[in-house]
């Protein structure tokens, strides 16, 4: 009965067209915001966060490239891990360093008119465009 059950959970999710969507697409960060008191910030340029496959990712800081493991469930439940492996060519800059701060701690997602927004406790939330 758990392996029916189990088998039917993994059907619904392959057949969620947003997670489909989210998964298919090459993201580009538009701004985040760490919490509900924090500013918004703006995208000084294009930093790409792309999903290998569905339990991975990479994203393209400054200079390196961050990657590791992610986890899309049900109601839209979206999980980075706490390490991701980044290589260390040179120093990447503030503004990339703090939208891989914000990945680790998202824990939602929505698609909402073109744009993927991922939010998490304390008002996080991290705009995302379509490249």
């Not at 580009?28 to 966060?49: F, G, H, I, M, W």
């Not at 569905?54 to 992610?70: I, K």
């Not at 999980?79 to 040179?90: H, I, R």
């Amino acid at each position: 009965m758990r392996i029916l059950l189990l088998f039917v959970l993994g059907a619904l999710l392959a057949c969620n067209p947003d997670r489909n969507t989210v998964l298919d697409t090459r993201w580009v960060v538009v701004s985040y915001q760490l919490t509900e008191t924090d500013s918004v910030r703006n995208a000084p340029q294009p930093y790409v966060l792309s999903f290998d496959d569905s339990r991975s990712f990479s994203f393209q800081l400054d200079v390196n490239t961050c990657g590791g493991s992610v986890n899309l469930q049900a109601n839209n439940i979206i999980l980075f891990t706490q390490t991701p492996t980044c290589t260390e060519a040179c120093c990447d800059g503030a503004y990339a360093r703090g939208v891989l701060t914000a990945l680790k701690e998202v824990n939602r997602y929505e698609l909402l008119n073109e744009q993927l927004i991922f939010t998490g406790n304390g008002g996080l939330r991290v705009v995302w465009v379509k490249e």
